[in-house]
């Protein structure tokens, strides 16, 4: 499923269209987002990623940078759950991500 989310055409059209993915950090509105959200719900790892076809770009970062294959990343997930909003209160605590 997720193979087929990732290569998904209207998701890639408009990823494309965002003209984000080759832009430098500070050409783009994600690192003010980033802060603001992990400051609205006090966390101190905030991240934006956006996905191509083959690649994971961190597009702005407050926090520990982790590296990890998509397979077993939060972008997995929050693909595969796209049509719902998804809660990980403590991701040291959670069956999938401790």
């Known amino acids: 499923m997720l193979e087929s989310i990732i290569r998904d055409p209207k998701r ?7 003209r984000a993915i080759d832009t430098p950090v500070t050409e783009n509105p994600f690192p003010q987002i980033v802060r603001t959200v992990a400051d609205l719900f006090d966390v101190p790892n905030a991240a934006i990623h956006l996905l191509d076809e083959e690649n994971q770009w961190v597009k702005a970062l407050v926090g520990e940078k982790l ?12 693909l595969e759950r796209h049509d719902t909003v998804w809660v990980i209160p403590d991701a040291r605590r959670h069956e999938l991500f401790c």
């Open 12 to 18: 890639l059209e408009a990823l494309k269209g965002l």
């Open 67 to 78: 590296a990890c294959r998509i397979e077993d990343s939060f972008c997995q997930y929050a």
